[in-house]
């Protein structure tokens, strides 16, 4: 197992489980289908949230490493991996707007990471995980799968955005946020997971001497 790989299935899965935590123990205080994950970042147990989702960024990243130096994500496909945990660490740096305040510069820069998140990683897997390419596997097609679920999530949210502005709505308001977050944010993650398998599964792609010597005498 490429080493990277385990790494990043570990402290994603450890981001994973932190925030599952904080759901489970604010169910008698938040409501889900209308709250959103952010929520949990707010107040002095913030740093919980923030610690999970640094999780998840960093074990992206390594995911990303571990894809990259095997040659399987391409240029493209890396840059978007990259955005997706970039846009991980500035949502953990960064409180969301806290309403009962009013908004904040530290919201706004929060909700441009969470955007470029949410945007990069489904590009990210239909790139890296194309089943019409050479190297694919069971896990390849689950992932290309899931990020094709991820686009509809996107462009369910876009054009629920786009009936609320035609009727002078929020556009949060148009629709379950909460639960709808918390849709696109499970099918990505199990997105990015599929893909650390993947790179996990796979050697690393280099050239043994003997290799060498059968392809020349070949």
Known sequence: MHQPARWGLGAAGAGVAVIAGLEVAALDEMNPIRRTISEHGLGP???????????????????????????????????????????????????????????????SIHRVGSLVAFLSLPLAVLVIARPWRRERSRATLVAFGLGVCSVLWVAGIGTAALVGASNGLAWWRVMPLGLVERGLAITEVAALLALGVWAAARRLTTSSPQATVARTDG
């Open 45 to 107: 147990d913030g740093w919980i949230f923030a610690l999970g989702v640094g999780l998840l960024a960093a074990g992206s990243l390594a995911i990303a490493v571990s894809l990259a130096r095997k040659r399987l994500a391409g240029v493209f496909g890396t840059l978007a991996l990259l955005g997706w945990s970039a846009g991980l660490f500035v949502t953990a740096w960064f409180e969301k707007h806290d309403w009962s305040v009013g908004p904040s510069l530290s919201g």
